[in-house]
């Protein structure tokens, strides 16, 4: 079809069509960087700041971003995920170590916060390397996954 053989009735349904596709791709590309400046800034409004002491959030508004940075239990912590509202060390954070360090195996919940390729944990006091992306098995469950450390 030639779109100069449309009516304008047609060409009024394809330019609604087009423009509403358009405003839906937009969102998809934007939403989650607004999201995250949004509920940064609601924490910042809050008084929360990263590094401060975890709390349980109450819901999405005030849930941590991706990369938010908290203390609980006497460690460093980093968000995985957006919209964080699970306790470190249970789903959607990763420690956080001094330079040279390693941190404790966190069994992962899902992909949001599996082990990938590289990656370095202690686990029965000895230090592995992920060997693959996805891991959500331990050393002791999946040893092929890991290589553990000399």
Same mark, same amino acid.
């Given at each position: 079809m030639?779109?100069?053989?449309?009516?304008?009735?047609?060409?009024r349904?394809l330019?609604?069509m087009?423009?509403?596709e358009?405003?839906?791709r937009q969102?998809?590309?934007?939403?989650e960087k607004?999201a995250?400046?949004?509920n940064?800034?609601y924490?910042?409004a809050s008084?929360v700041?990263?590094?401060?002491?975890?709390?349980q959030p $109450?819901? =999405?508004? &005030? +849930? /941590?971003p991706?990369?938010w940075? #908290?203390?609980?239990d006497?460690k460093?912590?980093v968000? !995985?995920?957006a919209a964080?509202?699970?306790?470190?060390g249970e789903?959607?954070?990763?420690e956080?170590?001094?330079?040279?360090?390693?941190p404790e195996?966190v069994?992962? $919940?899902? =992909?949001h &916060? +599996? /082990?990938?390729?590289?990656?370095? #944990?202690?686990f029965?006091?000895?230090?592995?390397?992920? !060997?693959?992306?996805?891991?959500?098995?331990?050393p002791?469950?999946?040893?092929?996954?890991?290589?553990?450390?000399?």
């Open positions: 030639d779109i100069r053989d449309a009516d304008t009735a047609e060409l349904r330019k609604t087009i423009d509403g358009l405003g839906r969102t998809l590309a934007t939403a607004q995250t400046e949004l940064t800034a924490l910042a008084g700041a990263q590094g401060d002491p975890w709390r $109450t819901s =999405a508004v &005030d +849930a /941590y991706l990369d940075t #908290v203390e609980h006497g460093s912590w968000s !995985l995920v964080n509202v699970w306790m470190p789903s959607g954070w990763r956080v170590v001094e330079d040279g360090g390693v195996y069994a992962p $919940t899902g =992909a &916060d +599996a /082990y990938n390729t590289g990656d370095r #944990v202690m029965d006091d000895a230090e592995y390397v992920a !060997l693959q992306d996805g891991l959500v098995w331990s002791a469950e999946y040893p092929a996954g890991w290589e553990k450390q000399a």
